[in-house]
Nanobody, 124 residues
Framework: QVQLVESGGGLVQAGGSLRLSCAAS????????MGWFRQAPGKEREFVAAHTWSGGTTYYADSVTGRFTISKDNTKRTVFLQMNSLKPEDTAVYFC?????????????????WGKGTLVTVSS
């Protein structure tokens, strides 16, 4: 089992920045691909970013490319999502996810572990 706990959400003005963190506990953290998803009010959950278990390859949704950066610190068992140039349409609950396959994260199905989410609100 892997437990994931997100933090760092909050209220920010458009154009601002936030950094989300996801602390992992349980099984070997470094063996898992990690990712972030988000769900806006009234919408389905969508893929935001992911990287391979080695951290060597990253993937982003088109809507966040160039603005968001995913990173991982194996020593701290934490994955981060740095969000810059935030827009009101980025408002959502952001979820951390872990899976043995980065493909599952990119496709958004068959994912092994989920966090409970942290709310990000971007005001205009």
């Amino acid at each position: 089992q892997v437990q994931l706990v997100e933090s760092g959400g909050g209220l920010v003005q458009a154009g601002g920045s936030l950094r989300l963190s996801c602390a992992a506990s349980g099984r070997t953290f470094s063996n898992y691909a990690m990712g972030w998803f988000r769900q806006a009010p009234g919408k389905e959950r969508e893929f935001v970013a992911a990287h391979t278990w080695s951290g060597g390859t990253t993937y982003y949704a088109d809507s966040v490319t160039g603005r968001f950066t995913i990173s991982k610190d194996n020593t701290k068992r934490t994955v981060f999502l740095q969000m810059n140039s935030l827009k009101p349409e980025d408002t959502a609950v952001y979820f951390c996810a872990a899976d043995s396959s980065v493909l599952h994260l990119r496709m958004g199905y068959g994912i092994d572990y989920w966090g409970k989410g942290t709310l990000v609100t971007v005001s205009s």
